[in-house]
């Protein structure tokens, strides 16, 4: 092996335990955020049982009605079907709610896949990220992803769209570039690599503010 393949080698190691490391604190922020909850649940039962020990029905009324709105605001929980991808996705919900980005999510996958759980995390991942970063440069009233995933027969079709600053991005050398800076385009490289060597399909869309990836994954 050649010194610039175990270069390589080295800075893709490097890239996936920094990515993994990512993903485990986001997924801790979200189980804070579950625990979190269930503290609050405990003292909604609390005020709802003083409201019944003194026969006030109306206030349970409007306590409920008050819990029913802020459950839908909070309730982000995605499920798949698939473990590995409800991680994921959950977690990088739960970051693109803290940085005040809306996001739209339809997803339903198998239990079992045949695309490895790395570069499932590394895909979805990546994604994910450069669409929150592309959303945080708009106000946020207009931040928005959207997010598919389905079976189509035997493939597994991925589906991220996000708003952007500019009607249409540029290309470079035929890739369009990142907004990150230095270093940062590393993450679509990887994505590229990796349905290339699935035999996949990729395609990136730059269209009237938004910017739309699509990925089909063999699973068979």
């Known amino acids: 092996m050649s010194i610039f393949s175990k270069l390589i080698d080295k800075r893709i190691a490097a890239y996936q335990r920094e990515l993994i490391e990512t993903h485990y604190a986001e997924v801790e922020n979200m189980y804070r955020q579950i625990r979190g909850w269930r503290h609050d649940y405990r003292n909604h039962i609390q005020t709802m049982k003083v409201h019944a020990a003194n026969g006030d029905m109306e206030s349970i009324r409007r306590y409920l009605d008050a819990l029913d709105t802020d459950l839908n605001t909070v309730d982000t929980v995605i499920k798949t079907g698939n473990a590995m991808a409800d991680a994921i996705l959950n977690s990088k919900i739960s970051l693109a709610k803290a940085r005040g980005i809306a996001v739209h999510a339809d997803a339903h996958i198998p239990l079992a896949l045949t695309t490895s759980e790395l570069d499932l995390c590394v895909i979805l991942g990546n994604l994910f990220d450069n669409a929150i970063e592309a959303s945080l440069a708009l106000p946020e009233e207009q931040r928005l992803i959207r997010v598919y995933m389905d079976m ?66 063999p699973q068979s």
């Open 152 to 217: 189509k027969g035997t493939q597994l079709y991925i589906s991220f769209t996000n708003f952007t600053a500019s009607q249409k991005q540029a290309k470079i050398s035929g890739r369009f570039r990142t907004t990150k800076g230095e270093g940062h385009g590393f993450g679509l490289v990887r994505i590229d690599s990796i349905v290339e060597r699935l035999n996949g399909y990729l395609s990136r869309n730059s269209e009237d503010g938004a910017f739309t990836t699509e990925i089909l994954l």
